[in-house]
């Protein structure tokens, strides 16, 4: 190997030792630098004959360039190295699940108020809301429950500081007393009509919502729902309610044989009164009488109340529990379920 060769040898073994950018450029310096081994070399042709001086020269060129393609090479080399290693470090496992939008879902409790706003829209009733902060003139009085009905110790109702007479003060117990807010109004719209002896529209209306009692354990929650029915016209009847009704329960629970029982009960504004127990035909629960509703004709004290002649103007009304029809629908036994806010259990009524 002549001397030139070996020159381009030790240089490529200089550079591929190199391990970093700065390591190469230091070893590049040894042969292409200033005072490098090449620029020696033609510095040393000066000394040469003519005719010798022009292959030499050629020589060294050759040497000179192949030393820099060896340069070149080293470089792009550690560049890759460097460019793998980044890579490397910051790879991403394209295999592992995304990070998705979490989706959203109506609460199970509010999947039953849209049913039954919706199986009772179509009976041609309409949706009214009211306050949950009550007055006792709402929630008892117009509602003809006496002023030492047990409903109004302090062992069911939640009273609200401060309230006088007919401010409100109370969270209601139950909605009924949205027979009486909306029927006022209702009437209120009605009235030229009414005095003048002609007819007004009839009173169709649930009244779902929020309501309170002191009470809590399995299957009782101080916070709970009811949605009160209310029917009022010149020629409405108990058969109505039992038609409604009955309807109502078998489209809402997709059971064209389910049975209904009109059991008597009391309650202060309806008079008869009767407890609306149902009986699934098939399934787990098939057999037993669940009872679900509260309901009756509406008392004439309570017509009264509503600003109606209670000789001319009859009628239902019936107060069923959302929150049991959704435990019932959906086989849930722990009324509490519904109110802990437990995620792994709601996202299942998506
Ligand atoms: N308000 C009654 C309750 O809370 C239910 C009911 C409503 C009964 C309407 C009759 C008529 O239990």
């Given at each position: ?10 240089a490529?073994?200089?550079?591929a ?7 190469l450029?230091?070893?590049k310096?040894?042969y ?6 090449i ?7 000066g000394a ?112 609200v ?14 909605t ?20 003048a ?14 309501t ?53 009960s ?13 009986q ?43 929150d ?27």
């Open positions: 190997m002549n001397e030139l060769d070996a020159l381009v040898e030790s490529r073994a200089g550079f030792q190199a391990g970093t950018p700065a390591d450029e230091n070893a310096a040894r292409l630098g200033k005072a490098g081994r620029t020696e070399l033609m510095k040393g042709l040469l004959p003519v005719d010798e001086k022009k292959s030499r020269g050629a020589a060294i060129n050759l040497a000179k360039q192949a030393i820099e393609t060896a340069l070149a090479e080293r470089r792009q080399a550690l560049a890759d190295a460097e460019m793998l290693v980044q890579l490397r470090a910051e790879a991403l496992d394209v295999t592992l699940p995304g990070r998705q939008r979490g989706q959203g879902g109506l609460h199970p409790v509010s999947l039953t108020l849209e049913r039954i706003e919706a199986i009772f829209g179509s009976m041609g009733f309409e949706v009214a809301e009211g306050p949950e902060i009550e007055s006792d003139w709402f929630n008892f009085t117009a509602l003809n429950t006496p002023e030492d009905h047990p409903a109004r110790s302090m062992h069911d109702t939640f009273y500081e401060g309230g006088s007479e007919k401010a409100p003060n109370l969270l209601r117990t139950h009924s007393p949205m027979q009486i807010r909306h029927a006022v109004q209702h009437v209120k719209r009605h009235r030229a009509a009414l005095d002896g002609r007819s007004m529209p009839e009173i169709r209306v649930i009244a779902p919502g929020r309170y009692r002191v009470d809590s354990d399995a299957t009782h929650s101080p916070m709970f729902h009811q949605c009160e029915g209310l029917w009022i016209g010149e020629n409405v009847s108990f058969k109505d309610l039992k038609f409604v009704f009955t309807d109502f329960c078998r489209t809402f629970f997709e059971s064209d044989d389910l049975v209904l029982r009109f059991r008597p009391f309650f202060p504004f309806t008079e008869p009164s009767a407890e609306i127990d149902i699934f035909q098939h399934g787990p629960l098939a057999g037993r009488w669940l009872e679900v509703a509260g309901s009756g004709q509406v008392h004439p004290n309570v017509v009264r109340n509503m600003g109606l002649d209670p000789e001319r103007h009859i009628g239902f009304a019936f107060g069923m529990g959302p049991r029809l959704t435990m019932l629908r959906y086989g849930v036994n722990d009324l509490r379920l519904f109110f802990d806010g437990d995620i792994r259990f709601l996202a299942q009524f998506r």
